[in-house]
């Protein structure tokens, strides 16, 4: 049965049958509930809100920008400073040769962006046969119809299968802790060797030719767990993908931003 606060609200909430936590206010790790209650963000809101709650130097540069204007629609001929500056600012040490950046509301807009790019990047080369994308199981880049496409959950998937596209292969993710043999004895060397094997078997069964990219997680942490590859494995990925020409998307959402120590994986 719904609970009464979700039947009244016009809010269409998550979970129906239970009444979601009201927060008034939060501060640093904490949100606060009109309850008076504190409870801690673990999840950052999730992973978006790293720099915590009410941080006054973040709320007054809001309050500066909001002073001079509110918004600049990059459809058009357009840009602004601040953006300009945001954009030096994350490619500054070119992180693995990159150079351009695409401001997107959320990670699911951003992997719509990355497929979409991929295309875009193969019919200017002249090679428009490039539709497939080879993702991972057990991974997810977000929950517009595109990212779910791309993404190896197989419960959030069967629901809308009818709409999802058939240009998508998948391939095991490297879960040293689960998919180790030998009771898990086996080496990194061995292990990360039948990853390639099975992602170079994927490639020929599609046809390399027709392969626009490889889509992964760096550090993953939605479906699979908060789970890091073995060394070698994303340098293997890389390997086998400039060995048939695909491109190589990383989807940075948990490890990228300092989340995990560095700007970049």
């Not at 950052?44 to 007054?60: A, C, D, F, N, R």
């Not at 300009?84 to 040769?97: I, K, Y």
């Amino acid at each position: 049965m719904a609970h009464p606060t979700v039947i009244d609200s016009y809010i269409l909430h998550r979970n129906m049958t239970s009444e979601p936590l009201k927060v008034v206010s939060g501060s640093g790790i904490r949100y606060f509930l009109d309850s008076g209650k504190a409870i801690i963000d673990a999840t950052g809101g999730p992973s978006v809100s790293i720099l915590g709650h009410s941080q006054p130097e973040v709320s007054q540069a809001i309050i500066d920008q909001l002073a001079k204007i509110q918004y600049v629609y990059s459809g058009a001929p357009l840009t602004s400073e601040p953006s300009e500056e945001l954009a030096r600012f994350l490619l500054q040490d070119h992180p693995g040769g990159l150079s351009k950046a695409i401001f997107v509301n959320s990670g699911s807009e951003a992997t719509d962006a990355a497929i979409k790019l991929a295309t875009q990047y193969w019919h200017e080369k002249g090679q428009p046969q490039r539709t497939y994308i080879i993702s991972r199981k057990q991974s997810y880049h977000g929950n517009t119809i595109g990212a779910l496409c791309v993404s190896g959950h197989e419960s959030r998937r069967e629901f809308y299968k009818d709409w999802l596209s058939d240009n998508v292969a998948f391939v095991d993710p490297c879960y040293a802790f689960r998919a180790k043999k030998d009771g898990g004895r086996e080496t990194d060397e061995a292990y990360v060797e039948r990853l390639r094997e099975q992602l170079e078997d994927t490639f020929g069964a599609i046809g390399p030719e027709k392969v626009s990219a490889f889509m992964a997680e760096p550090q993953s942490g939605t479906v699979l767990g908060c789970v890091t590859a073995v060394p070698g494995y994303f340098k293997m990925v890389r390997e086998v993908c400039d060995k048939y020409g695909a491109l190589l998307i990383l989807d940075e959402i948990i490890c990228g931003m300092g989340k995990t120590g560095t700007m970049h994986a």
